[in-house]
């Protein structure tokens, strides 16, 4: 069983830069398929960015060039650099893993989550 924790998050003001990191212990990281996903005020959990085990990436519309999503298979962390930063994307921010890709896209196809990390962007 992969277990995953997230760090990073913090207070940022708008504009402003952050990176998040997935730590991940207890299987073989590179195998698998992994996200981020976030939960903001008065929304349903979605997915920002997913990169597969092999690389591909995707975003979620609202990231529009601001996130960017890799993976270092040596340290088994998957990273979330987050730029122009605005107050709309605060939230707590999740990672998780599969070895479908097809089931990154639903957030509801999981049933396990970590503590998350809290960004919070604000003047």
């Known amino acids: 069983q992969v277990q995953l924790v997230e760090s990073g998050g913090g207070l940022v003001q708008p504009g402003g830069s952050l990176r998040l990191s997935c730590a991940a212990s207890?299987?073989?990281?590179?195998?698998?398929?992994m996200g981020w996903y976030r939960q903001t005020p008065g929304r349903q959990r979605e997915l920002v960015a997913s990169?597969?085990?092999?690389?591909?990436?995707s975003y979620g519309d609202f990231v529009k060039g601001r996130f960017t999503i890799s993976r270092d298979n040596a340290k088994n962390t998957m990273y979330l650099q987050m730029n122009s930063l605005k107050p709309e994307d605060t939230g707590v921010y999740y990672c998780?893993?599969?070895?479908?890709?097809?089931?990154?896209?639903?957030?509801?196809?999981?049933?396990?989550w970590g503590q998350g990390t809290q960004v919070t962007v604000s003047s």
């Open positions: 998780n893993l599969d070895s479908d890709a097809n089931r990154l896209w639903d957030a509801l196809n999981f049933g396990s």
């Open positions: 207890g299987g073989i990281f590179s195998i698998y398929n």
């Open positions: 990169i597969t085990n092999s690389g591909f990436v």
